[in-house]
């Protein structure tokens, strides 16, 4: 069993998932990806996911739809959404925090090493 942090990853564009993939793997930590609302809360109820990034290739109806029922499943579990350029809908507001996608892996790696570090201090108080 892995002792690294889990991190789900929700996204359409399966090029972007797989770059996200390999980018947050070489940073130390496991990933599991799904393609659709049943799979995120399949994974949620499944795995012990540390943190959620969301992709900005999710409609942002769905998406509100989805992290709301992910907070009711798992409320402690943060919420990255990836945005493109600044462009944040207002039902992405819900997440914990919005990720500029344009500003490249290293500013994702900072958001989820803050992230995933703040879940793991909640867990354990």
């Not at 929700?10 to 390999?22: H, N, P, T």
């Not at 070489?26 to 995120?40: M, T």
């Not at 943060?78 to 892996?105: E, F, K, T």
């Amino acid at each position: 069993m892995s002792l690294r942090a889990l991190v789900l990853h929700y996204g359409y564009d399966e090029l972007l998932s797989e770059a996200r993939v390999a980018v947050l793997e070489d940073a130390g930590y496991d990933v599991v990806c799904a393609d659709s609302p049943a799979a995120v809360l399949r994974a949620l109820r499944a795995r012990r996911v540390r943190l959620v990034i969301a992709c900005h290739s999710i409609p942002a109806e769905e998406l509100e739809s989805v992290v709301y029922q992910m907070r009711q499943y798992k409320p402690k579990v943060p919420i990255l959404v990836v945005h493109v350029g600044g462009l944040i809908n207002p039902q992405r507001a819900m997440a914990d925090a919005c990720v500029d996608g344009l500003r490249g892996p290293q500013h994702l790696l900072s958001q989820v090493a803050s992230w995933a570090g703040r879940s793991t201090r909640v867990a354990a108080g």
